[in-house]
């Protein structure tokens, strides 16, 4: 009887103390590759007179990046080796001898087999596939941006080629400050999107500036689209404001091999990471993304620092368990404005119930 009850007490207290896991989307984001070694030491050479380098700062250089599907089957089996990611992302920030992934036509021909062969071999190897495009239409409405999405995820398109996740950046729309027009292109990227494959989920990323703090724009699209995940960029500052809001589907994007303000992509910034994914666990943040993983990439190092948050992964395994994760937002202090008074449809990928 003895060893039943402290067979029992024992059991009890290892439940107690086992790690909460709450994380259900962790995303393995990769840039355009650089060519070789060549690119390193020129970022380290610009590291070491101003104490910072950045990718950017070697344009008109794009004949350094490269998008090849090797290198790009490389950073899935990365990804899946790894075992902390159920996405892998591609993101299109960086600008290559061939241009990026996008024109503002569409996919870019030039890319057309890399990218869905990346898609294909992701999906192959247990994955959800995130995009990250830049180059939008200029003109973006729905006429200009159905033809666009087609290119790359409608019904032409086979299944397994298709992208999942479209990482939506609100710094590749209006960049004038103007909140109606960009009220206006959102509201017709999500409309298209859906047209063209409603299965596709959306969610948004805002990087810099104004938008790493609430907005109109943000309760607008909570109101608009309930359910939608925004993510934000390099550390979690921004969590607390925006749950503040009503946001209750927060993503924090932190770049390993980049710290705001300062910061060399050709190595890992170990111990600003831990601290990072420390916050995200202390705050339970349940979307996350790794990016810019390709440049410094270390899988020792990644291997050590993943175990901040490897105790908290709950993976959702496809798109349907993801979309049942999502809580519905509860938007305090709204926009007023009329063109958010009226509207009740919700993210494509969203199954969050409205409010």
């Known amino acids: ?74 950073w899935v089996d990365e990804a899946v080796t790894l075992g902390a990611f159920n996405v892998f992302c591609m993101g299109d920030d960086i600008r290559t001898a061939r241009g990026h992934l996008f024109t503002p036509e569409g996919l870019n021909p030039h890319y057309r087999d890399f990218l869905f062969q990346t898609v294909s071999y992701a999906h192959q190897r247990g994955l959800m596939v995130a995009i990250e495009p830049l180059a939008l239409p200029e003109v973006k409405d729905q006429q200009h941006l159905t033809p666009w999405l087609r290119s790359w995820l409608g019904p032409e398109i086979p299944r397994d080629a298709r992208a999942d996740i479209v990482k939506l950046s609100i710094e590749w729309f209006v960049r004038s400050g103007d909140s109606t027009r960009l009220r206006q292109e959102v509201e017709a990227f999500f409309t298209a999107c859906r047209q063209v494959n409603p299965e596709v989920f959306i969610y948004v990323d805002s990087i810099g500036g104004k938008w790493r703090q609430p907005q109109p724009f943000h309760h607008w699209l909570l109101r608009r689209f309930p359910g939608t995940i925004i993510s934000h960029y390099l550390n979690t500052q921004q969590v607390e404001a925006f749950r503040a809001i009503g946001a209750r589907n927060m993503m924090v994007q932190i770049n390993p091999s980049e710290i705001m303000g300062r910061g060399g992509q050709f190595f890992i910034y170990y111990p600003e990471t831990v601290s990072f994914l420390k916050d995200v666990v202390n705050k339970r943040v349940r979307y996350l993304s790794l990016a810019g993983v390709n440049f410094g990439y270390n899988r020792y190092d990644y291997d050590l620092f993943l175990e901040v948050v490897r105790p908290h992964l709950d993976l959702a395994p496809n798109l349907e368990a993801l979309r049942k994760t999502l809580l519905p937002d509860k938007t305090v202090n709204p926009a007023t404005q009329p063109a958010d008074s009226d509207h009740s449809s919700r993210n494509p990928g969203s199954q969050a119930p409205p409010e």
């Open 1 to 74: 009887m003895l060893s039943l009850i402290l067979s029992l007490f024992l059991g009890a207290g290892a439940a107690d103390s086992a790690p909460e896991r709450f994380i259900v989307l962790s995303e393995f984001q990769v840039w355009a590759d650089a060519v070789g070694p060549e690119v390193f030491k020129e970022l380290n050479k610009l590291y070491l007179k101003t104490g910072r380098s950045h990718i950017f700062q070697l344009y008109p250089r794009y004949d350094y990046y490269v998008w090849e599907l090797a290198r790009m089957q490389h």
